[in-house]
């Protein structure tokens, strides 16, 4: 995908860290100017400053996905830069700590809600229009392998992720003639800084429950993101795309039970 997105222009979200900074170093990698938005300041500029340094177009837009102000003024903040917008991931997310549904107050509810669902919700709101007047675009936003088949003690996070699948199927179907395409991708564990602060016996769990046998990285979803933004995925919209490691695909047993064996 070398210079693919040369003359294009991203904006990504929740870009000041982890799958999110991947992302934008990625597509500035393969040539598209990216607009990066986050809340953290600090490190929104590091990862700008990085793309920069290795010679690519970047522009830092302080933000909070919440707000439809913000929403507004990232897609702005592109259209003003780099003339256009052909892509956009919305990729922030947050959530309360693991707590049964009935331990969960409105307030923890909401916080998943607000960010996850109306955040990517708020950015479709100015990001559709912004594509339309360039042509078309690609929108990929980012669910959870949890929202595939639901996860324990997790009620807020898979009920926002799960709600985007669904937002992005409809606006795929609604905004197909205009030449905008909606898809999902559904990451499973990744190696993000969460995961690493969680500590070796964390990782090690979040390996042994995936097929292959590993926790995934942040290039994995880049690698996937950028191909239903590419070309290639012209005929690809709709779709929510697990990259799991084969997480969502069933049970795996250990070994096969034999019929008359003793349970």
């Known amino acids: 995908m070398q210079r693919e997105f040369s003359g294009r222009v991203a904006l990504i979200t929740g870009a000041s860290q982890g799958i999110g900074a991947a992302l934008a170093e990625a597509f500035a990698a393969a040539g598209a100017a990216v607009v990066i938005m986050a809340r953290r300041a600090d490190r929104l500029a590091e990862v700008a400053d990085r793309i920069v340094a290795a010679g690519g177009a ?11 102000d913000s929403a507004r003024d990232a897609v702005a903040a592109a259209r003003e830069e ?7 991931v919305n990729n922030a997310a947050d959530g309360p700590p693991p707590r049964l549904l009935a331990e969960l107050t409105p307030a923890d509810f909401e916080r998943s809600i607000g960010v996850d669902l109306t955040g990517t919700f708020l950015g479709m709101r ?11 675009g690609a929108i990929v936003n980012l669910a959870s392998v ?7 003690h997790f ?39 969460h995961l690493r602060a969680a500590g070796p016996t964390a990782q090690q769990a979040a390996a042994a429950a995936v097929p292959i046998g590993r926790v ?16 290639a995925a012209s ?7 697990p990259v799991d490691g084969g997480q969502s695909a069933g ?13």
């Not at 100015?126 to 078309?136: L, N, R, T």
């Not at 992005?168 to 991708?185: C, E, F, H, K, M």
């Not at 990285?217 to 191909?227: M, N, Q, Y």
Request: glycine share 12%; charged share 15%.
């Open 58 to 68: 970047a522009r830092a837009v302080v933000g909070d996905v919440t707000r439809d």
């Open 251 to 263: 049970t795996r047993l250990e070994r096969p039970y034999t019929p008359g064996e003793a349970l």
């Open 216 to 231: 995934g990285t942040t290039d994995d979803i880049a690698a996937a993101v950028l191909w239903l933004c590419s070309d």
């Open 146 to 152: 949890a929202a595939l088949g639901g996860i324990s």
């Open 82 to 88: 780099f003339g256009r917008l052909d892509v956009a």
């Open 235 to 241: 005929y690809v919209t709709g779709v929510t795309l």
């Open 155 to 193: 009620t807020a996070y898979v009920a926002a992720k799960s709600g985007i699948i669904g937002m992005s199927r409809t606006a795929a179907l609604d905004y197909a003639p205009q030449g905008v395409r909606v898809n999902v991708v559904a990451p499973g564990p990744i190696l993000t800084e």
């Open 126 to 136: 100015h990001q559709i229009p912004a594509m339309i007047d360039s042509g078309g």
